[in-house]
């Protein structure tokens, strides 16, 4: 058994592929697996990312679930830990960012660590402590009417304080601009003003690179996917094709969206403009006993040979607020996921072996319906979404499960053609 370099706990299925896959594009041979894994890594892999699903669960119930986690991947010798979660610090005042963190640092025995979600690659920064969303302050971004977990507070110092038992501190930009020492030595500073973890500024990938060397050896990184373009270099790997080499993509193909996210809104429209062949799922239909399922199946199945396909339910946010109003948010959200499920492994029955899932909620109830334990990370299509390679139903498929918010409007179109 090889030894871990990074052991990595997600809090959601697609925010662990787009970690893993920063990190294979980095250098590093990752495997994502679905919730703590039965047996060893493979002697040839460098990193595990574990995907919970623990964003909106209770507090008491992540902080379980992540040390569960945390636990197998020590067994593993991992020499770092990293904690992902959205690069929208999708979180309230309990949590689970800030009880995780500590949980884990707790377990580790560590006093000191970082957290940023930073992302400039999906034009998330941070700057002075407060969190933009391209050119808007978050809490002024589309986040601050998230149902879950609304932000309205962009600072992330005081988001994280109100969370943490530790003093929360700033590592601003001044600092990262001077580059891996001066990082170091404010860690240092912080550190003997008893700050236990630090929200870290970065504006620029050339920011996340500083901060990278500062980070060797510290046992435990908190962060968005950002952060990890700059730690396999610590590790001595460089960049390379050969981390994201993946089987040759074979087998029918589809898309299955029940993200409701602005960008897969237009990722949508966009497949149904280019005369993509595509079918609606109306959450009331479903409600009122019809077997959306099967109706959908026995739509695509003649059409599957001639291209993609596409099933979705995403719809703009009247439309959902009506299903809402009259289903119950928990409920609507369970009756189309189920149903999604359905359809993502009856067209997989059907031959499709090329899967793209839009929404994170969808990504964890279609993996799940696929029996997929792990996956092996590949080429990125969009920044956050690489194309992955599991066993699922007996056979090999290339998923690609895409964060509702990531991805360019011709994403549907064009994940198959890189893949191709
Ligand atoms: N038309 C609809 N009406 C009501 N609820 C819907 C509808 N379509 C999808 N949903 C539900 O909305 C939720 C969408 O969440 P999901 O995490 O899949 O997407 P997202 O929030 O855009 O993605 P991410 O978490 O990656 O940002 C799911 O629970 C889904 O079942
Ligand atoms: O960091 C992000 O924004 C994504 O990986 C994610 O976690 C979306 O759910």
Same mark, same amino acid.
């Given at each position: 058994m090889g030894q871990l370099l990074l052991g990595c706990i997600a809090d959601d299925f697609t925010g662990a592929t787009d970690l893993a896959n920063n990190l294979v594009r980095a250098g590093m041979r990752v495997v994502q697996a679905i919730g703590v894994p039965a047996g060893p890594p493979a002697a040839d892999v460098d990193v595990v990312v574990i995907a919970l699903k623990s964003r909106t669960i209770p507090a008491s119930e992540a902080v379980v679930q992540s040390l569960a986690a945390l636990a197998w991947l020590r067994a593993q010798g991992a020499r770092q830990i990293y904690f992902k979660y959205c690069s929208t610090f999708d979180s309230t005042p309990a949590g689970n960012i800030g009880p995780v963190t500590e949980a884990l640092m707790d377990a580790l025995g560590c006093d000191f660590t970082i957290a940023t979600p930073a992302f400039p690659d999906n034009q998330r920064t941070v700057f002075k402590g407060h969190l933009f969303v391209g050119d808007l302050l978050l809490s002024d971004s589309g986040m601050r009417d998230h149902p879950l977990t609304p932000m309205t507070d962009a600072?992330?110092?005081? @988001?994280? &304080?109100?969370?943490?038992r530790r003093k929360v501190g700033l #590592?601003?930009?001044? @600092?990262?601009?001077?580059?891996?020492?001066? #990082?170091?030595?404010? #860690?240092?500073?912080l550190r003997a003003e008893g700050v236990g973890i630090a929200i870290v500024d970065a504006v620029s990938n050339g920011d996340l690179l500083r901060l990278g060397p500062a980070l060797?050896?510290?046992?435990?990184?908190?962060?968005?996917?950002?952060?990890? #373009?700059?730690?396999?270099?610590?590790?001595?790997?460089?960049?390379?094709?050969?981390?994201?080499?993946?089987?040759?993509? &074979?087998?029918?193909?589809?898309?299955?969206?029940?993200?409701?996210?602005?960008?897969? &809104?237009?990722?949508?429209?966009d497949f149904i403009a280019r005369g993509g062949q595509a079918l609606a799922i109306d959450p009331q239909r479903i409600a009122e006993g019809a077997d959306m399922a099967a109706e959908a199946l026995a739509w695509a199945t003649p059409l599957l040979a001639r291209g993609p396909v596409l099933v979705?339910?995403?719809?703009?946010?009247?439309?959902? &607020?009506? @299903?809402q109003a009259r289903l119950g948010v928990e409920a609507a959200g369970a009756l189309v996921e189920r149903t999604l499920a359905a359809v993502a492994r009856g067209l997989v029955e059907?031959?499709?072996?090329?899967?793209?899932?839009?929404?994170g909620e969808t990504s964890g109830a279609c993996v799940q319906a696929l029996g997929v334990a792990q996956m092996q990370i590949g080429a990125q299509i969009d920044p956050g979404v690489p194309w992955c390679h599991a066993q699922a139903l007996g056979g090999g498929l290339h998923l690609a499960l895409k964060s509702g918010n990531f991805g360019g409007d011709d994403f549907f179109t064009r994940a198959f053609e890189v893949l191709a």
């Open positions: 600072n992330l110092v005081r @988001v994280l &304080q109100a969370q943490c #590592i601003d930009h001044a @600092v990262v601009a001077r580059g891996p020492q001066a #990082i170091t030595e404010r #860690i240092a500073q060797a050896g510290m046992p435990l990184v908190t962060a968005g996917s950002g952060v990890a #373009i700059g730690l396999p270099a610590n590790f001595g790997l460089v960049p390379s094709r050969a981390a994201s080499q993946l089987p040759s993509a &074979q087998g029918l193909r589809a898309v299955v969206s029940g993200s409701c996210s602005q960008a897969t &809104q237009r990722q949508v429209q979705y339910s995403t719809a703009d946010s009247a439309a959902v &607020q009506s @299903v059907h031959g499709v072996r090329q899967l793209v899932v839009a929404g």
